[in-house]
């Protein structure tokens, strides 16, 4: 079968590899559509420490597919289901994982880190993940291109759920990228009465208000302080949310909430500079300054139920598809931030029963 083997950083090729055996605890799964994230453009850049070097690795863990052969011991699920996985999957015994959130689990398995993802034309799921909740149906209401993105999404909700977003609360967003555009969707649904989204370029900023958001803010044309301040009354925002990877963003968003205010940092920054954090602010008007990654099979389950039961378009957020021949291609226009999501989709193979 084709793959798209990661064999270091900044070195990817489109290969034949044998397709995976399947044990009696296992599912063979023909993907559909697998969608390339940021995680996928930092592993090509800078490698992975859960993937040796010398390691050939599948990478891909946003993905949608069915399964065409099932292990005799497998239930649950049987060839021709439509299916989708969470990533991350816990050991099952550590305090992390008791407490239901495996993607906290320190010695968790992932596909497209651990395990082969879904850049392929058929990726195995190991019983493992199977006896561990990671595989979920896919309902017929959601299409496998929108599969392919309930991950992202159900990581949003795992950081809505930290600052606890309500019908009370005004929201900012800052950046309006698939993330953002995920929050945007996510805020509205929890009743926020206000969602402001900002951003530097203005066609994510349309994306975000065509998905629901209250009010844009086009940072290079406007002062993004002064904004959320007129737009609140000089009193700030209830909840603030970062989906960019400035240190800059993230210490301004002390100044940007209000009294009670709630930060989630859910962009991570990788090697660059820690930024300074007005702690004053976190004291003296009792703000809660929060950080998450990932999302728990819970949070996963819960997006698929969200996204079948919700008449919200995402569409727009997927504006880019690529053969799987054409990975390199693909990882650089995701690179490039031209647009939004770009899918590797195999359009043989969707809508099949």
């Not at 993907?31 to 390691?55: Q, W």
């Not at 863990?61 to 990533?87: K, Q, W």
């Not at 690529?322 to 195999?346: C, P, Q």
């Amino acid at each position: 079968m084709k793959a798209a083997v990661f064999l270091g950083p900044g070195r990817i090729e489109v290969t034949d590899i044998p397709v995976p055996q399947v044990g009696p605890g296992d599912v063979l799964v023909e993907v559909r559509a697998a969608s390339i994230c940021g995680t996928d453009l930092r592993i090509m850049k800078h490698g992975h420490f859960r993937i040796p070097e010398g390691t050939r690795r599948v990478l891909g863990h946003e993905l949608n597919g069915r399964i065409v052969e099932a292990g005799a011991d497998v239930h649950g699920f049987a060839v021709g289901d439509r299916v989708s996985v969470a990533p991350n999957v816990g050991c099952g015994e550590c305090a992390m994982c008791r407490r239901g959130l495996n993607q906290l689990c320190p010695t968790y398995d992932a596909f497209g880190i651990t395990l082969n993802g879904g850049f392929e034309e058929y990726m195995l799921v190991p019983a493992v993940a199977i006896e561990r909740g990671n595989l979920f149906h896919v309902p017929d209401a959601v299409g496998d291109e929108i599969a392919a993105i309930m991950e992202p999404m159900s990581c949003c909700l795992h950081g809505q759920r930290k600052v606890e977003v309500s019908p009370d609360d005004s929201v900012l967003i800052i950046g309006a990228g698939p993330i953002g555009c995920f929050h945007t969707v996510l805020a509205k649904r929890a009743g926020a009465r206000q969602v402001i989204v900002a951003n530097t370029r203005q066609p994510r900023l349309d994306i975000a208000g065509r998905l629901g958001a209250d009010h844009l803010i086009n940072v290079t044309e406007q002062d993004l302080h002064e904004e959320v301040m007129a737009l609140t009354g000089g009193a700030g925002v209830d909840v603030v949310i970062t989906c960019v990877s400035k240190p800059d963003v993230i210490a301004s968003t002390t100044d940007l909430a209000g009294r009670l205010g709630r930060i989630n940092v859910f962009s991570g920054l990788g090697d660059q500079a820690r930024p300074a954090i007005d702690v004053n602010a976190l004291h003296y008007q009792e703000q809660t300054l929060t950080g998450t990654t990932g999302s728990s099979v819970t949070d996963y389950g819960d997006v698929i139920d969200i996204i079948a039961e919700s008449d919200v378009d995402l569409s727009p957020i997927i504006t880019a598809r690529f053969a799987l021949d054409d990975i390199e291609a693909a990882m650089e226009h995701s690179r490039s931030g031209v647009g939004m999501k770009s899918l590797i989709t195999f359009p043989d193979r969707q809508g099949q029963t």
